[in-house]
């Protein structure tokens, strides 16, 4: 397995025009999150022209199928109608593990997770990442052990911001 270096996953993405959402615990650790992750998790926008890009980063990335029952990846063959044709794409990449979810569970897809998500300057990436609000309510809705575990830390950053409000802008220089 390679070593985790999202930033190098997201660069690809951000080179080929790739309009997506981080999801995620990557995302949850971008809101402040310390919990650990080891994949990069992105919904993307499932417009032909946007799954062309997507194909042309899995290319640049190395993209292979990531299965439990497999010793090692496949490689696989790739266009925007193969990749729309399946909801979920897990692959690994030279960059760590990559997983496509066109409508994770409890939101909308895209569109949806589009709608809250905050912009986050990454070095020199910008990258939208799903809202604290939307990652929550999709580790709710998939219920799965991990994501229970994260949801107490998850829901504790989400009431502190709340409690606070919004930071506000630095004074302007004068």
Partial sequence: MAEFQPHEMLGALANHHVEFVVIGGYSANLHGSPLPTLDLDITPRRERDNLDHLSGALRELDAKVRAVELD?????????????????WNLTTRYGDLDI?????????YEDLRQDA?????????????SLADVIRSKEAA??????????????????????GPVSPPPRAG
Avoid: N, Q, W, Y
């Avoid at 905050?118 to 799903?130: D, K, M, Y």
């Fill in 118 to 130: 905050v912009e986050v300057r990454l070095g020199g990436l910008r990258v939208l990442v799903a």
């Fill in 101 to 109: 979810s066109f409508v994770p569970t409890g939101t909308r897809g």
């Fill in 72 to 88: 090692e990846p496949l490689p696989f063959d790739h266009d925007a109608d193969s990749l729309a044709a399946v909801e979920v």
């Fill in 143 to 164: 219920g799965r052990d991990k994501d229970r575990r994260a949801l107490p830390v998850l829901r504790e950053i989400l009431a502190r911001r709340l409690h606070e």
